[in-house]
């Protein structure tokens, strides 16, 4: 940063003078925003205080006064933390974004990383695993495939969401009665909820009706054709003068925007594979710093300025920032970020190239879209909250009503099996809408599709049905699927957290012994030489072959002066005194300095299995020869000859090498430079590179590209995310209602 | 070859689009609130970064 000030060609006090500005603004909104949170987290403990306190020291002071001890100390906790925590963002914010990763892995952003990380490192087991080249391409394309489906879906997803926000914007607007900004009423009169009603049953849409929350919940999840009818029969009823078709159409208009960034994303696979190669073509070492740095943004930090990093910034970030940016999930997002401790993460986001395109976008406008989303929040919250109040009585009723009704049907699983099968029909593109409450209401709902459809539904209603008749046999179903998902993927991933730390020398071992034939990872086979013919040649005399061997060993290079085997017993003791974790050491750093010393162990272990291999084969040559050799030319060619290219190889090293030259050697390194032999020896070495090549290529490539998925996924998850956040919409109202078992399809790649 | 060249493509004209960025205005800074602008805080934290990497490595 000291540089490009000094230096005139790159200076930016423009920036820089804005920035200064900045925080200067944000250290005057820094007290406020610390008695914002305290107040939130006051009244979670019960605290209720005035809401106009100028300074944290004066809400203290009163608290110590007012509360009893045992709260008043829970009190100091909370204003510590938010002190704390509020202080180091602004810290933060001010000396650039390096301490963002700490913030990042503890920020509620870091359990869908993780998520993502979890399932991403499954399919790099799954594809190191994979013991043939074949297999590995299937198991690629899988994944492709599988990737291009999330893409696809999630398409449709963004586009069905964004025409739904924006009706349910427009329901909203009908609801609320409004005297300039003074929001006066927030439901539909008696006579409206009527209409609505009669409206609802006309099109056979039948929900348990408790009252207006209910009808609430009905309406705001009809599917989109009905919503939009039911809307412009309300507007029309209400006089509003909404211009319903042109605001779809206008929410329409995003969509195009939405599917070239979902395709982007789908770029970014490739893109992780490219940065991954890029990574190991600059500095092989860096390969670790690709695992955690991606996810860290640490690493990229660090790796400013290196030629591959524009390429990152512009495209990662260009497929994370143009959804983060342009989508109306946006408010839900920042929503999420914006909860104070996660405002940091932002930093980490942005260290990855997140933000780059608010620049590219005009930062201005970037900003005024998170000031407009935070104004909509804001209006939301306050029609809720007069809702809330306005209503609290007939809602209790209602809450009660719900209750009962939900103890009568006592229907808990039934209600999460046809949520699954509701989910799965919904995938297949058939929408059953409203969603059934049994399975009789499913039957009747499914009676009424198309025969294709009907197909479909009954494949997976018969797969379960017969289930729902056991309870236990329901209660185990849940239960061992849960638990089974669960493991097979942390298994998996374990495994792949566990190759990572060993320097991926894991997965391909347990690859061979899975499956042993035909394995990559098995030893380049050694082709078979040409038969060489030799004329025989009796002239020459030798004597003490012994000699010859105890020379062999003596001299030879390889027995010791590549000493790989002590260094890999020196680095692995290295690494065993460098595994426990430190006092006071984060996880996580503990982690990624596990996986430096994994690199190294690696590199040494790889030395030492080339060094030992050379080893054993200058082993064997020494061997053959010295119990083949008699002292004639014919009887040393014929021993010559019997020597796999490999060995005769090694031999002709050897003797290179070997400064002996009494008759015998000198004869044997003659009769190595015939063509013969020569020849031999070139068409090993040719083969051998050419397979050998073959092989590491496809090895190399397999890593890359299970590595390079890591990065790609984060992004494509925190994506997901944002979405998921959209669709876990604010009117929700069932309390009882099932959570959902999507969490584990959002995993993707 | 070709994505190496859009891609240094897109980084030249970002580069050129941050020299002449349009800052948020006076007016709508004194309206945001903190987390708001701790977000701006971040985007010009970012477009410094950009910045001092391109000045890198002009320098080296």
Redesign the interface.
């Known amino acids: 940063?000291e540089?490009?000030l000094e230096?005139p060609?790159?200076a930016?006090p423009?920036?820089?003078n804005?920035?200064k500005?900045?925080?200067k603004?944000?250290k005057e909104?820094?007290e406020?925003?610390k008695l914002n949170l305290i107040y939130v987290e006051l009244e979670e403990l019960g605290i209720n205080v005035e809401k106009n306190y100028t300074s944290v020291a004066e809400l203290d002071k009163d608290l110590k006064k007012t509360c009893a001890e045992v709260d008043y100390n829970k009190v100091t906790g909370i204003i510590e933390k938010v002190n704390n925590q509020?202080e180091s963002?602004?810290n933060s914010?001010?000396q650039?974004?390096t301490n963002a990763f700490t913030k990042l892995m503890t920020s509620d952003l870091a359990k869908s990383i993780g998520k993502t990380l979890g399932f991403t490192l499954a399919a790099r087991t799954a594809l190191v695993l994979a013991p043939t080249a074949t297999s590995k391409a299937v198991v690629a394309s899988g994944l492709g495939v599988y990737s291009l489906y999330k893409i696809i879906k999630n398409r449709k997803e963004i586009q069905n969401v964004n025409e739904d926000n924006e009706l349910n914007n427009i329901l909203t607007e009908l609801e609320t009665t409004k005297d300039n900004d003074a929001i006066l009423d927030t439901r539909f009169d008696e006579e409206t909820q009527k209409e609505i009603r009669e409206f609802l049953n006309k099109y056979d849409i039948s929900f348990e009706d408790t009252g207006y929350r209910s009808l609430r919940q009905a309406i705001y999840t009809l599917e989109p054709e009905k919503k939009k009818m039911l809307v412009n029969a309300l507007n029309s009823k209400l006089g509003r003068g909404i211009d319903v078709d042109e605001r779809v159409k206008k929410a329409r208009k995003k969509l195009n925007v939405v599917a070239s960034t979902a395709a982007t994303v789908g770029v970014g696979a490739k893109l992780g594979m490219?940065v991954a190669s890029a990574v190991n073509g600059v500095d092989p070492g860096l390969v670790s710093g690709l695992i955690n740095g991606s996810v860290l943004g640490a690493w990229v930090?660090n790796q400013?300025?290196k030629p591959w990093?524009?390429?990152l910034?512009?495209?990662l970030g260009f497929a994370g920032t143009e959804v983060l940016e342009r989508l109306p999930v946006i408010g839900n997002f920042?929503h999420t970020l914006?909860a104070g401790e996660n405002?940091a993460a932002?930093?980490a986001i942005?260290?990855t190239?997140g933000?780059?395109t608010?620049?590219?976008l005009?930062?201005?406008s970037?900003?005024?879209q998170?000031?407009k989303s935070?104004k909509a929040k804001k209006e939301t919250d306050k029609f809720l909250k007069l809702d809330a109040e306005k209503y609290k009585e007939e809602d209790e009723k209602e809450l009660l009503l719900i209750k009962e009704k939900l103890k009568e049907s006592d229907n808990t699983i039934e209600l999460v099996i046809i949520d699954i099968i509701v989910n799965y029909l919904r995938d297949k593109n058939i929408v059953i809408n409203p969603v059934p409450k049994s399975v009789e209401e499913l039957k009747t709902s499914i009676e009424k599709l198309s025969d294709e459809e009907k197909k479909e539904a009954k494949i997976i209603l018969t797969r379960i049905e017969d289930s729902l008749n056991n309870d236990t046999f329901k209660d185990k179903l849940l239960k061992a699927g849960k638990i089974s998902i669960g493991l097979f993927t942390a298994g998996l991933s374990l495994m792949s957290v566990y190759d990572i730390i060993k320097g991926g020398v894991f997965l391909p071992e347990l690859s061979k012994q899975l499956f042993p034939e035909n394995n990559i990872y098995n030893p380049v086979p050694i082709p078979d030489g040409p038969d060489v013919p030799l004329t025989p040649d009796n002239s020459a005399e030798y004597s003490n072959a012994n000699n010859l061997m105890e020379e062999f060993k003596n001299n030879d290079n390889y027995y010791h002066e590549y000493t790989g085997s002590n260094y890999l017993m020196d680095t692995a003791q290295d690494v065993a005194n460098e595994a426990g974790r430190k006092e006071g050491e984060g996880f996580f750093s503990w982690l990624f300095r596990q996986i430096g010393l994994s690199f190294r162990l690696n590199g040494a272990a790889d030395f030492a299995f080339a060094d030992n291999l050379v080893d054993k084969a200058a082993e064997g040559v020494g061997i053959d020869i010295v119990n083949s050799l008699t002292p004639d030319r014919v009887a040393i060619t014929n021993a010559l000859n019997s020597l796999s290219p490999d060995k005769l190889l090694l031999f002709m090293r050897y003797m290179n090498t070997n400064t002996a030259t009494d008759g015998m050697t000198t004869t044997i390194r003659e009769m190595l430079q015939q063509e013969a032999f020569v020849g031999k020896v070139t068409d090993y070495i040719n083969n051998f590179t050419k397979i050998q090549a073959n092989h590491e290529f496809i090895n190399d490539i397999t890593r890359k590209f299970a590595t390079g998925l890591i990065p790609a996924s984060v992004f494509y998850t925190m994506i997901e995310k944002a979405q998921k956040n959209t669709t876990d919409e604010k009117y929700t109202i069932n309390e009882n209602e099932i959570t959902d078992e999507k969490e584990s399809d959002s995993l993707s790649m | 070859m070709n994505d190496d060249n859009q891609n240094q493509d897109e980084a030249l004209e970002l580069l050129k689009k941050i020299d002449n960025i349009e800052f948020v205005p006076k007016e709508e800074l004194d309206k945001m609130d903190f987390y708001e602008l701790a977000y701006y805080m971040q985007v010009l934290n970012q477009l410094t970064d950009i910045k001092s990497n391109e000045g890198e490595q002009q320098w080296n």
């Open positions: 940063m540089l490009a230096n060609q790159v930016m423009k920036i820089t804005e920035k500005e900045v925080v603004k944000l909104k820094l406020q925003a509020l963002v602004v914010l001010e650039g974004s490219d930090q400013a300025g990093f524009s390429a910034s512009g495209g920042a914006f405002i932002l930093a942005g260290a190239g933000l780059v608010s620049a590219v005009g930062v201005a970037g900003v005024k998170i000031v935070n």
